[in-house]
């Protein structure tokens, strides 16, 4: 079973990628920059991967992966600048942003500002939901689409750069090919628990 829903994840990666070339990597980062929880640390390192094949060129995956988190970011940004905070509040649990989630990215840009922006592109976790107070709060929009592409565009050439490494010593070390398989259990764990987190906090906002 374990095995097969590795198989499972990694066909849907590879399809949505290697079928829709570089607009399977806009589509797939713009999807996670809409507050979806679709890892960029999965999405990027395997797109990575393929520029080791010479499929991509890493520049263009980095640049298109930073292109689809303005895509995804500006949808986003106008649900918090046309539906106000109280719309947020209502439907962000069904994509698990809670009001303190809201209350968190209030103090920062109470702190940094515009700047807030930028420097959340950098951090997990964070980088996804940063967009909706940014509309919220109607920050400038061109300074937003500035501020998410340079953020994005650093964040999405580490970890492609870290995937087409990965990618280069793939065949040459066999220690790493063992290592990387004995991990298989490892990230199927850290997958059924991130599940396991989104059910509960789901289930958690329907009662409040």
């Known amino acids: 079973m374990f095995s097969g829903l590795m198989a499972a ?8 990628i ?36 010479g499929q991509f060129s890493l520049l263009l995956v ?12 500006t949808i986003a940004y ?37 700047a807030a922006v930028f420097i959340s592109r950098l951090l997990p976790l964070v980088r996804t939901f940063i967009s909706l107070p940014a ?6 929009f061109w300074k937003f689409q500035i501020y998410t592409f340079m953020g994005s565009w650093p964040w999405c ?12 010593e793939w065949d040459k070390s066999p220690a790493l090919r063992n290592t990387m398989h004995a991990l298989n259990g490892v990230v199927l764990v850290a997958i059924l628990v991130g599940l396991g987190f989104y ?9 409040a």
């Open 135 to 140: 509309g919220i709060a109607r920050m400038p």
């Open 199 to 207: 059910v509960r906090r789901f289930l958690k906002s329907r009662k």
């Open 157 to 168: 050439l580490v970890l492609a750069y870290v995937g087409l490494k990965l990618g280069e």
């Open 18 to 53: 290697s079928s829709m070339g570089y607009a399977g990597i806009a589509a797939l980062m713009a999807i996670e920059s809409a507050c979806i929880p679709l890892p960029s640390e999965v999405i990027m390192p395997f797109s990575g991967y393929l520029a080791s094949t």
């Open 9 to 16: 994840i990694a066909g849907f990666i590879t399809h949505a």
């Open 78 to 114: 106008l649900a918090g600048a046309y539906g106000g905070r109280k719309a947020v509040e209502r439907w962000g649990r069904y994509i698990l942003l809670s009001p303190s989630d809201l209350d968190r990215a209030d103090r920062w840009f109470s702190r940094f500002g515009s």
């Open 62 to 73: 980095a640049t298109v992966g930073a292109i689809g988190c303005n895509i995804g970011s």
